[in-house]
């Protein structure tokens, strides 16, 4: 993570926060607004928790699993905390993101060390939160207690947190994320998102513009326009009319120096037409979806509550790689939703063969309290789970091996993001959101390269640089 320091010396008090972000990527948004909110008030990002003055864990409630690994870190903290007070010093502890908005309080019953619970909705009050935790740790320190403050902003405020949030600093190697949207409607019985992030948002079609001219501005040349539903989107423009995503997407496209733009996380049923066409038609629109199925039996996506069968997906499916013949498909799974028996699972094991996924996410069922799934009768057993996810991951992994091969012998397009473990050596993603690893110079950090690919894998490709196809500044 890199370190910004903001404010010159003696300005502002030095003080250091650290973010851990857990889940997915409107987290990894989240947590550089975080850090953008914090940043007036002299905080620098730290490397590891001990380094820091404020930890805050931005967490994701999906899953169990995920969930509960959020309170072993909270132990583990609670005793750095310790160790601190008995030095004379203190450890600020904030829990952000998903699990805080679903348990709220519980997470100070259950860990007293915490000082602050943030949900996603309440992020530009963070200030406000500290200076409260501030207070209310001293009057608990001078009685010697070890609790923590344990403010709290749960709250879904009317106004929209965006219109209180700094401008974002997050460009990483010329790729930035732009969220969007926010919430989700559906409710699919499985699900937690409905209830933690909110009912449906769209951000004013003139907010996501300056933002994403900002972020061109601070050397962004990859947008990823992020939402929980983000096709649902449907942004009031500034003559009253709504825009969908594709409209969004055209606009984007128009803005000078947007080389690269991508979305993530669909619904099938908000793939519309023009949607669809803006993959054929827009150049920058790189080809490559993340479109989640779940499952491929019409008789679990319909207890699922996904408002599809499997017959709108793969004609969806179709009409897209008419538009877009190369066009690389990603998707979510989940095995052993209620109910699903040996056929259930066959129906979405033929539908992967049938389709053919570039990448996959794919998960057991997990049962979340207060969703309706969990109090759905033939649970799976865990051990029904884990064969069916074995077997499903390997297909995809065939499927995703394949697909690097085939690009073996190309020459691609690399938005190179990182340096490799190796030295010399760097790492970038083709269009088709693949890893590339290549011998280069990091200036080339943060630029598009052609790479002629020479071996394809099982998670990456490795290439070598085209010479001639770039100039390095100097
Ligand atoms: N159990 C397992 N996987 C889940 N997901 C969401 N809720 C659950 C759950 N209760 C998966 C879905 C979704 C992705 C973000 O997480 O596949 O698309
Ligand atoms: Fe969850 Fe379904 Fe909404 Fe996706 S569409 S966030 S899976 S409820």
């Known amino acids: 993570m890199k370190d910004v320091r903001t404010g010159s010396e003696g300005q502002c008090q030095r003080k250091r926060v650290f973010i851990r972000t857990y889940g997915c990527q409107m987290n990894v948004y989240d947590s550089d607004r975080m850090a953008d909110v914090l940043r007036p008030l002299g905080y620098a990002l730290a490397d590891t928790p001990e380094q820091a003055d404020l930890v805050v864990l931005n967490t994701c409630h999906i899953r169990e699993h995920a969930s509960e690994k959020v309170y072993s870190e909270l132990g583990r903290l609670r005793d750095t905390k310790a160790e601190r007070r008995a030095e004379g010093r203190d450890l600020t502890i904030a829990v952000a993101g998903c699990v805080a908005q679903a348990e709220g309080e519980e997470i ?70 732009l969220s969007i949207q926010e919430g989700c409607d559906k409710f699919c019985t499985f699900c937690v998102v409905p209830y933690t992030r909110g009912v449906e948002y769209s951000r004013p079609v003139s907010a996501v513009l300056a933002e994403a001219k900002q972020l061109v501005t601070a050397g962004a040349i990859e947008l990823t326009l992020l939402g929980q539903n983000v096709n649902a989107y449907h942004g009031e423009a500034a003559d009253g009319s709504t825009w969908s995503l594709a409209r969004l997407i055209r606009e984007l496209a128009e803005i000078e120096g947007v080389a690269r733009l991508r979305y993530t996380t669909s619904h099938p049923r908000d793939m519309d037409d023009d949607l669809i066409r803006a993959h ?129 012998g190309t020459t691609v397009p690399v938005l190179f993001a990182e340096t490799g473990r190796k030295p010399g050596q760097i790492i970038g993603k083709t269009p088709w959101l693949q890893s590339v690893y290549a011998e280069g110079n990091s200036r080339l950090i943060g630029r598009i390269v052609d790479v002629r690919l020479t071996e394809g894998h099982a998670n990456s490709l490795a290439g070598e640089i085209v010479t001639g196809s770039y100039e390095v500044a100097a």
Do not use: C, W
Request: no cysteine.
């Open 280 to 408: 054929g038609e827009v150049p920058q629109l790189m080809p490559y979806l993340h479109l989640p199925v779940q499952s491929g039996s019409d008789r679990i996506l319909e207890a699922m509550n996904r408002r599809h069968g499997r017959d709108l997906f793969l004609d969806i499916v179709d009409r897209l790689r008419s538009a877009r013949p190369d066009l690389a498909l990603s998707s979510d799974f989940i095995v052993g939703f209620p109910g699903e028996s040996d056929a259930d699972f066959d129906d979405t094991m033929h539908l992967i063969d049938q389709v053919g996924f570039t990448s996959a996410f794919s998960f057991k069922y997990s049962r979340r309290p207060g969703t309706p799934g969990a109090a759905l009768p033939d649970q799976v057993p865990e051990s029904v789970k884990a064969a069916r996810l074995a077997a499903l991951q390997a297909l995809l992994g065939r499927q995703a091996r394949e697909f690097n091969v085939s690009k073996a």
């Open 108 to 177: 100070v019953k259950r860990q007293p060390a915490v000082d602050i619970v943030v949900g996603p909705q309440a992020y530009h009050r963070l200030p406000e939160l500290l200076a409260e935790a501030e207070r209310k740790s001293s009057i608990l320190r001078a009685g010697k207690r070890l609790p923590g403050a344990g403010v709290l902003d749960t709250e879904f405020p009317a106004e929209s947190k965006f219109d209180h949030l700094p401008s974002p600093q997050g460009v990483r190697a010329g790729s930035a994320f």
